[in-house]
């Protein structure tokens, strides 16, 4: 700052936290194409998260079991409400639905090889199931989506589950869209449509509207697959109570619950960072709707939207959730944004974590494109080894946090075991304020 | 021939039953008695078995249909053979919402009307209707056709991609990037054929064939309206 002028110092120059570089840059972007920026990812702007949330621990009035050695179990089993055929996890960390077509099939492959050698489960996307990721996954639910893109019965019972995706956390109402870069022969084959064209998801299903329709078109999937699989209804994080209560109604074995940190492959920037509720504002409203109805726990909700390791995974687990599903954290976990290839993501204008247009094809990880070139830079075994790792990693970190509540199983983790630290964390998750034992809102306080 | 009356058998036993047969079964002719609006009658059936339902169906009658002939002697509720893979359905009264939605192939035939959104995100399915179609219907319709010997509704192959319709009568309105085609030689062909198949005594030359303009095939802002 340059004193003049008889010495007075100058304003100094401020920028506007309202109109911050960012923004201007968009409003330039913006101004200069005439279209909304469309990307990949989730939510990039702060918002209270399990981050915000501490478990208490034990102490006197909390017996701990030995942090290494004493059991404590992370089994799931998915779907006990009708299924004949429940799925059983090892683990309480599935893996969200991506598509072929948004990903790579060595990245498909790499994804189940890495499920399956942690014990869980991986899920198709909007564009069908290939071979390659129902070989190497042996866990496999099988996404019913409006597009209905590949879509047929001997997939549908070559299942292990069959999640009908209603919305999800990055564009809850929106459909899809896959840019005619990635519609290689073979996405556009799966998706009987020309190659290189913009390809759209519709927002909602074609042969029905509403939960009554849905339970008769579970119904339907029902009587096809012969009850035997599970049946999921996806819904992404807007009104967590009613459309539990309602996907409950219409008939779902299991609730997943996308919250607006989950990421997509692509769509509006502006979709992505102003619809939809952060995850951590749903779970409770979702386990209130289950327990209303009697069927906390028999209807197992799974929840994502931004979860990173154990910490996130006990976290949910005490809200009252039964298992969670990771996407973006899985992406990073095979290679997606790792620093060494800054110079490819430097000269996309970008750099190494922040890359995130996905929908351009042009991934230097080779991931999230159909490139063939690109696609050889990722080797499907060693993602999988590294996702593997990952998810034990994760494993084990929620269950020495469990263990340190003293709790034999995550699930036996609880509400009780957690205090906030923001009041907003408060407020969302109905845990007391660390310190205190209220929370805004709390039954029985006027404020 | 075997009879299965759904007044005494239930929907599961009955959809078991017709999922056993295979490929090789010498039972090929089934009678459904007393459907009386049931949903899910003979859906997810993969055998060359003809299926006669004596009465009106609810919904998903012959869902995802694949090889078998499946005729309903009465009309059918929403979504009647969707995506249905391969085979023939054939509906002797109305059909209601959704009929073919996002079927992959084979024929579907309704010799009634049919109500909204009929052939919505078709994916190479055959579908010829007698009479009208109701309002968005080949709404996103991707490949196959469409043969409507009645009026069509309003907002007729709105976001249509490859999927041909030709319509008889009347539109009431075309959706967006639905246009008017020329009726080719060859289009004239796959229409007698289709009419002759769906047993329909229309004439070719009295259709106008609609397709896609093809101008929402890659992101342009100006679409935005």
Known sequence: MKDDHKGAPRTMPIQSATFSNPVNAEIRRAAATGIYDIRGGGAKRKLPHFDDLLFLGASMSRYPLEGYREKCETSVTLGTRYAKNPIELDIPITIAGMSFGALSGGAKEALGRGATLAGTSTTTGDGGMTNEERGHSNKLVYQYLPSRYGMNPDDLRRADAIEIVVGQGAKPGGGGMLLGQKISDRVAEMRNLPKGIDQRSACRHPDWTGPDDLEIKILELREITGWKVPIYIKVGGARPYFDTTLAVKAGADVVVLDGMQGGTAATQDVFIEHVGQPILACIREAVRALQDLGLHREVQLVVSGGIRNGADVAKCMALGADAVAIGTAALIALGDNDPKWEADYNALGTTAGAYDDWHEGMDPAGITTQDPELMARFDPIEGGRRLNNYLKVMTLEAQTIARACGKSHVHNLEPEDLCAVTLEAAAMAKIPLAGTDWYPGKPGTSY | ?225
């Open chain 2, 1 to 225: 021939m075997q009879v299965i009356d759904m007044e005494t058998v239930a929907l599961r036993e009955l959809n078991e039953t017709l999922h056993a047969q295979t490929d090789t079964t010498n039972q090929t002719k089934w009678v459904i008695d007393n459907p009386k609006g049931a949903h899910a009658i003979a859906c997810g059936l993969d055998a060359p078995i003809e299926v006669t339902v004596k009465g009106s169906t609810g919904y998903y009658c012959a869902g995802m249909n694949k090889q078998a002939t499946i005729n309903i002697k009465g009309s059918a509720g929403p979504g009647v053979a969707e995506n249905m893979m391969s085979g023939t359905v054939v509906i002797d009264g109305d059909a209601s919402q959704y009929a073919g939605a996002t079927a992959h192939g084979g024929l579907l035939v309704i010799k009634g009307n049919a109500s909204s959104r009929c052939g919505i995100s078709m994916k190479g399915v055959d579908i010829v209707v007698h009479g009208n179609i109701g309002h968005m219907s080949a709404f996103m319709a991707q490949s196959g056709n469409l043969v409507v010997c009645g009026d069509a509704g309003e907002a007729l192959g709105d976001s249509l991609y490859e999927a041909r319709l030709f319509v008889r009568g009347s539109v009431k309105s075309l959706g967006a990037d639905c246009v008017e085609k020329e009726m080719r030689p060859e289009h004239l062909t796959l229409l007698a054929d289709l009419l002759e198949r769906a047993e329909s005594d229309a004439k070719p030359e009295e259709f106008k064939r609609y397709g896609s303009a093809r101008q929402l095939y890659n992101f342009n802002i100006d679409n935005a309206y």
